[in-house]
């Protein structure tokens, strides 16, 4: 059974830092895109960072670049994303995703799987 679970979201203030992980199960993490998305109350979901596991490359979004960083531990099956420098525009549920078909991308409607979130506020 996949499954894949977030943790380290919390409350922090602007400028601080946050180490998200993601441990993956049912499944190894090998050769397959994961990443994480983000979620803000009213906004759409949206791709933040993706690793891919066939030929190493990462994706960020452009509000995130030089701030946030994806590392991939496969022999712990587990993605993490350290984020730097937070902003009160980073506040949303963040969840873990993964992409089976092996294609490198960060599309939400691409991922197969997806953890609970977990949610992450930026606020004084």
């Known amino acids: 059974q996949v499954q894949l679970v977030e943790s380290g979201g919390g409350l922090v203030q602007p400028g601080g830092s946050l180490r998200l992980s993601c441990e993956a199960s049912?499944?190894?993490?090998?050769?397959?895109?994961i990443g994480w998305f983000r979620q803000a109350p009213g906004k759409e979901r949206e791709g933040v960072s993706c690793s891919s596991g066939t030929d190493g490359s990462t994706y960020y979004v452009d509000s995130v670049k030089g701030r946030f960083t994806i590392a991939r531990d496969n022999a712990k099956n587990t993605v993490y994303l350290q984020m730097n420098s937070l902003k009160p525009e980073d506040t949303a549920v963040y969840y873990c995703?993964?992409?089976?078909?092996?294609?490198?991308?960060?599309?939400?409607?691409?991922?197969?799987?997806w953890g609970k979130g977990t949610l992450v506020t930026a606020s004084s």
């Open positions: 049912g499944f190894t993490l090998d050769a397959h895109t």
């Open positions: 995703a993964v992409d089976f078909r092996r294609t490198p991308n960060c599309i939400v409607k691409r991922m197969d799987y």
